[in-house]
């Protein structure tokens, strides 16, 4: 009976462990909601939605990516990812999506808006993850870990691709 009891017991400590760690890497790793905002006039001719995840790193991008619409009159959006499923895609000229790869995979509203997607040449989606490499597939994605060092990189990178597809649809393409 004894042998059964310590089996007992190992087993309840490798379950509280597995439940402590996962509590722990929730808490850590998992992202806030972010904070809504609007700039610019919503009947603005450029219209340009941001949907995000709250960290330091994305917050800076998003930051970055206003300063660059600010000059150019457009209105930009900025949501939570949770709000993707009510997104009526047809009121945006470009879509931003920030996101992080959690638990091997994209956040579920970021996954579905992405699949439904009719117009993914308007789509630009950051995805961070812990080595960098992880990305949607399906969309011309950018990857990168959450380095602060690479934030007005990232934004360059983000700014050209909203510059690109904004003048595509000015031309009607």
Not at 138 to 160: C, Q
């Amino acid at each position: 009976m004894k042998i059964w009891k310590k089996i007992g017991v190992g087993v309840v400590v490798l379950v509280l462990g597995f439940v402590a760690f996962a509590a722990w890497y929730k808490a850590h790793y998992s992202m806030v909601a972010a904070t809504p905002q609007e700039v610019g006039r919503p009947d603005a001719r450029e219209r340009v939605l941001i949907a995000t995840q709250g960290s330091a790193f994305k917050d800076a991008v998003v930051r970055g990516v206003i300063a660059r619409l600010e000059p150019r009159g457009a209105y930009v959006k900025v949501v939570d990812v949770s709000a993707l499923p009510d997104v009526r895609e047809a009121e945006w000229n470009a879509i931003v999506v920030l996101h992080t790869w959690e638990m091997d995979k994209p956040p579920r509203p970021v996954a579905a808006f992405v699949d439904a997607s009719k117009a993914r040449e308007k789509l630009v989606v950051l995805t961070t993850s812990g080595n960098g490499e992880r990305k949607l597939g399906g969309v011309d994605a950018i990857s990168t870990a959450s380095s602060t060092v690479v934030v007005p990189a990232k934004v360059d990178e983000i700014a050209a691709r909203i510059e690109k597809v904004l003048t595509e649809k000015r031309a009607g393409m």
